[in-house]
């Protein structure tokens, strides 16, 4: 089986298993996806859901967050942790949107990345969940699972990217991703994974890994 036959029916399954493929993140638009997806460095995504409802009530426009005071977004978002470098972030990305980007979030990848805080991992989830375009979100769950069976043989996280980006249809992609997030919280999981329930294990190149 080539890694384009593999890649292909591990959309199958996983579309299968989870058809209704969401981000697990909760935001209203494209900036509190942003912020959300900012908060969510070394933090659960279940926590930035606690976190964000009472941020996004004070905050409700890029304007409010880019005239923030940093001790107000400190206070609300601390129990993310690395609270005071994600506040600079959020009021960053606030104010550089504004002035370079006319107030909208951009809808690339390279504008996206010279947002402050703003990644690869974070700026290919804007693009394929707000504006609908091909993207590959490489998190850790991701890392791991495709290497499992067998799409990568790598640990970058933009040489993964860009290879899956060669293996999944480009409709696919950005579902793709969010569903192996499920996926490796349900099944597959870093330690003790549940090969034996696994409905890829006939697919997976490391059975038990």
């Keep these: 089986m080539t890694k384009k036959e593999r890649a292909l029916k591990a959309v199958e399954i996983l579309k299968e298993i989870y058809p209704d493929a969401i981000c697990s993140l909760e935001a209203g638009n494209a900036f509190e996806l942003l912020v959300a997806t900012r908060l969510s460095a070394q933090c659960t995504d279940a926590r930035v859901n606690l976190v964000t ?3 996004f009530a004070r905050y409700k426009t890029i304007e409010d967050y880019a005239a923030a005071d940093i001790k107000d ?5 601390h129990s993310c942790g690395f609270y005071r470098a994600k506040a600079e972030s959020i009021i960053g990305m606030a104010q550089k949107i504004l002035s370079d980007f006319g107030g909208v979030v951009p809808d690339n990848i390279e504008d996206l ?4 805080g703003v ?3 974070t700026a290919n989830l804007i693009v394929g969940d707000v504006y609908g375009k091909p993207a590959v979100v490489v998190d850790t769950h991701c890392i791991r699972i495709s290497n499992r069976i067998g799409l990568v043989n790598e640990k970058d996280p933009k040489k993964i990217e860009l290879e899956l980006k060669k293996l999944l249809p480009p409709e696919e992609s950005s579902d793709f991703c969010h569903r192996i997030v499920l996926f490796g919280r ?3 999981p ?3 994974p549940k090969c034996a329930e696994c409905p890829m294990s006939d697919y997976c190149k490391k059975v038990g890994v």
Excluded: H, Q
């Design 113 to 116: 990345t010279t947002l402050p």
């Design 119 to 121: 990644g690869r991992k």
């Design 53 to 55: 409802p009472a941020l």
């Design 73 to 77: 977004i400190e206070n609300y978002i």
């Design 186 to 188: 349900d099944i597959c």
């Design 190 to 192: 870093a330690r003790k």
